[in-house]
């Protein structure tokens, strides 16, 4: 999964990067310090894995990871090229989401590039420089349909039909991801990859004391919140700097304590996982054995031999069955051997869907 962090300059994105991964990108007040995308990857936190971990005492650990890239802050005019925006906006195009960090807390010392807070204005300034550069490709795309149809091949009529329906959406100032499409015009539209059809987490960063004292009647996070309502995104309200203050502390009890005394029960960066999981629509598999325990990210509806293919595309290719127990069946058997006596592992075929927790081990031909 590769998560993209956009927004306008000096609204806390860089360092709400570099808290959730650590990374150390450069954060500074002023616009445009991030010009190349700064990258960092992030272990997912999972608990199944740690209990997986115990149970089998694996040679390696491997968790599932996410891939955060820190783009440079957009400004108005960057469809047209302004601030370096064609760089910023080709380095959208290469992520699965966005997530859009909004300025929602008030200070004097960091300078708003538009003199003032206000994160509808924000969210609509990104989220028009992303429509104009949508319809920019868009109109070629159907430009070059029109062109192919000359020839007598009505199979870019639904194509057609499409990209104008898109075409016209977009000169509404709507977002693609406000759309409809059948199965036929996804598939169609995994070839034009527009900015807009991403899916999006609205990060609402808050000031430190704005998040201690409650969330619920900020006047921003619920401008934020209406904006996300009509277009089917998701919001999460985060504070960059005191996620900072929970990164510097090494000891994870310590981090335990400080969130309690907050009255959290996740950080930041695991909230934002668990929203990312969610809103792509992702799940895990676990293999599990001596020489590793490990997690599998899969789109959920997945079946049992492409999800095998995630291993290798040999298992993909060769698959017989798989062998697959509930993770809380296995806990509470305490064994593999314990859970097969109970007739807990069973023998899937080809049309299996996988489920979130399941541990498989698959068999194949090579």
């Not at 000031?207 to 996070?221: L, P, Q, R, Y």
Request: aromatic content about 8%; hydrophobic content about 40%; overall charge negative.
């Amino acid at each position: 999964m590769k998560l993209g962090v956009v927004g306008l300059p000096n609204v806390g994105k860089s360092t709400l990067f570099n808290a959730i991964t650590q990374a150390g990108a450069e954060a500074a007040n002023y616009p445009f310090c991030t010009i190349e995308p700064n990258v960092g990857i992030v272990t997912v936190p999972d608990e199944r894995i740690d209990k997986l971990a115990e149970m089998y005492d694996p040679d390696k650990i491997t968790y599932a990871t996410v891939e955060f890239v820190d783009i440079a802050g957009l400004v108005k005019g960057a469809s047209r090229g302004e601030g370096l925006g064609n760089k910023f906006l080709s380095h959208i195009r290469e992520v699965d989401a966005i997530v859009h960090v909004v300025r929602c807390f008030e200070d004097d010392n960091i300078v708003h590039v538009d003199g003032c807070i206000g994160p509808k204005r924000d969210i609509e300034t990104i989220n028009m420089e992303l429509i104009f550069a949508d319809m920019e490709m868009v109109e070629k795309r159907i430009d070059r349909t029109k062109k192919a149809m000359k020839g007598g091949d009505k199979k870019f009529l639904k194509e057609l039909n499409m990209l104008e329906r898109i075409y016209a959406t977009l000169e509404e100032g709507k977002s693609v991801r406000t759309m409809e499409f059948d199965k036929e015009e996804e598939e169609l539209l995994k070839e034009v990859a527009l900015l807009t059809k991403k899916p999006v987490i609205y990060a609402a960063n808050v000031s430190d004391e704005d998040f201690a004292n409650g969330i619920d009647d900020n006047k921003f996070i619920k401008e934020v919140n209406e904006i996300a309502l009509e277009e089917g995104s998701e919001v999460l309200p985060i504070c960059a700097r005191l996620e900072e203050e929970i990164i510097e502390l090494e000891d994870e009890e310590e981090r335990k304590a400080f969130l309690e005394d907050l009255g959290i029960e996740e950080s930041g960066l695991n909230r934002l996982i668990k929203k990312s999981y969610s809103l792509l629509g992702l799940i895990s598999y676990l293999t599990a054995g001596k020489p590793e325990v490990r997690a599998w990210t899969i789109k959920n509806g997945t079946k049992a031999p492409q999800a095998a293919g995630k291993i290798h595309t040999d298992f993909e290719k060769g698959f017989i069955r798989a062998e697959v127990v509930a993770f809380n069946d296995l806990m509470e058997c305490g064994t593999y051997a314990a859970a097969r006596d109970k007739g807990l592992v069973r023998l899937e075929g080809k049309e299996y869907v996988m489920n979130d927790g399941d541990i498989v081990l698959f068999r194949f031909n090579v």
